[in-house]
C-alpha cells in the first residue's frame, strides 16, 4: 500500500506565557501566588508518597486523612486543599515546612 503524505499549514498566533501558568489563565497575582504554594505542596506529597511507595490507604493512614483525600490529593485537585490542610499533611508525613518572605525583585526596562 502507497503511503500518503498530506502537507497541511496552519495560520497559528503564538502568546509567549508570564512565566506564570496561573496569571496567564486569569488568575490574580496573589491568587496565583496561593495557587503555586499549594502546587509545590502537593506535588511534594506525590512525590512523598510513591518514594515510599504507599498505597492511598497507607498514606491516608499516616496523613490522617480519608483515602478519598489522598485520591483528590493524587489527582491534583488543587481546589480541595488549604495552605493549613497542606502543612498538616507534609509534617505528618515527616517532611518540613518552610517559608520565606522577601522583597519583590526589581525588574529592569
Known amino acids: 500500500m502507497k503511503e500518503r503524505v498530506v502537507k497541511t499549514t496552519i495560520d497559528m498566533k503564538i502568546t509567549m506565557g508570564s512565566g506564570d501558568v496561573f496569571v496567564d489563565l486569569g ?8 495557587l503555586r504554594i499549594r502546587s509545590e505542596m502537593m506535588t511534594a ?16 493512614q499516616l496523613l490522617k486523612v480519608s483515602q478519598p483525600r489522598i485520591s ?12 493549613d490542610s497542606l502543612v498538616n499533611m507534609l509534617t505528618d508525613a515527616g517532611l ?11 525588574r529592569v526596562a
Not at 488568575?27 to 496561593?34: D, I, K, L, T, Y
Not at 506529597?45 to 491516608?60: N, P, Y
Open 27 to 34: 488568575f490574580s497575582p496573589a491568587e496565583s501566588r496561593n
Open 45 to 60: 506529597l506525590r512525590k512523598f508518597i510513591d518514594k515510599e511507595g504507599l498505597t492511598q490507604a497507607d498514606a491516608a
Open 72 to 83: 483528590d490529593l493524587t489527582r491534583g485537585k488543587i481546589s480541595k486543599f488549604s495552605l
Open 96 to 106: 518540613e515546612v518552610d517559608f520565606r518572605i522577601k522583597p519583590p525583585s526589581r
